[in-house]
């Protein structure tokens, strides 16, 4: 009936806004982005919101066909793709030659990297960044904040986001773990953004296909950019 509650979840035992803007992994995103010329500001004023994101790019192909919108979602994709190898490869390059994980080895090898422009990266990355650590991390529990205090000092230390952030704390009363929660989400999302070429061609052939295929389109531009 209307007005009836049949189970209440305490605010503590969800992932929330504060939850991913204190963890390592937020920070870890929040550390690609440059600092504010203010200090003191909030951990989300760095990113620009999802949404607002994703329809500036749907809004720049809305006229583009079928064939237009698949080419332009492959070759993202691929550009993605390639940054994604670059970087890890440089990264690993890192590792051996400073004997080490990256920049703290005894040989210590600075990374050339460019910090993102404040905005240019959206909501969703620090979210996924904290999905992804606490589910894939070799640890049972995942700490959401951990020890490696070294690697936050190389953060804080730099012209970073994080320098001109608010430090934001766990919330009261949350697990210090959110891992067994995370490792039973699904390993797969069915939605068309995960689709694969041959899957996306059947919606550019058709009429009803070109709207999704245009938000899949606005997505994958926003995560390549």
């Known amino acids: 009936r209307k007005g009836d509650v049949l189970m ?29 010329e203010n200090s003191g ?42 940054t994604a190898t ?36 959206s909501t969703r990355a620090p979210i996924l960044a904290f999905l992804i650590q606490q589910r894939f991390s070799d640890s049972i529990s995942p700490q959401i904040v951990g020890d490696s205090s070294e690697i936050m000092e190389e953060m804080e230390d730099s012209t970073s986001g994080v320098t001109s952030a608010l430090k934001i704390n766990v919330p009261p009363g949350s697990p210090s773990s959110f891992g067994p929660y995370v490792r039973i989400l699904p390993s797969m999302i069915p939605l068309p953004l995960c689709w694969k070429r041959n899957e996306l061609a059947l919606l550019s052939g058709c009429v009803p296909g070109i709207a999704p295929l245009q938000e899949v389109a606005g997505m994958t531009l926003q995560l390549a950019s």
């Open 41 to 82: 500001i909030h951990f989300w004023d760095s990113f620009e919101n999802t949404t607002i994101s994703e329809k500036a790019y749907i809004d720049k192909v809305h006229m583009d066909n079928g064939t237009q919108l698949l080419v332009k979602i492959l070759q993202h994709r691929k550009k993605a793709e390639t």
């Open 8 to 36: 209440t979840v305490p605010r503590s035992a969800m992932i929330t806004p504060d939850v991913v803007a204190a963890s390592d992994a937020g920070r870890a995103i929040l550390a690609c982005c440059e600092a504010a």
């Open 86 to 121: 670059k970087s890890q490869n440089a990264r690993d390059e890192s590792v051996i030659q400073s004997g080490g994980i990256a920049g703290i080895g005894k040989n210590k090898v600075e990374l050339k990297y460019k910090l993102a422009t404040r905005g240019t990266i």
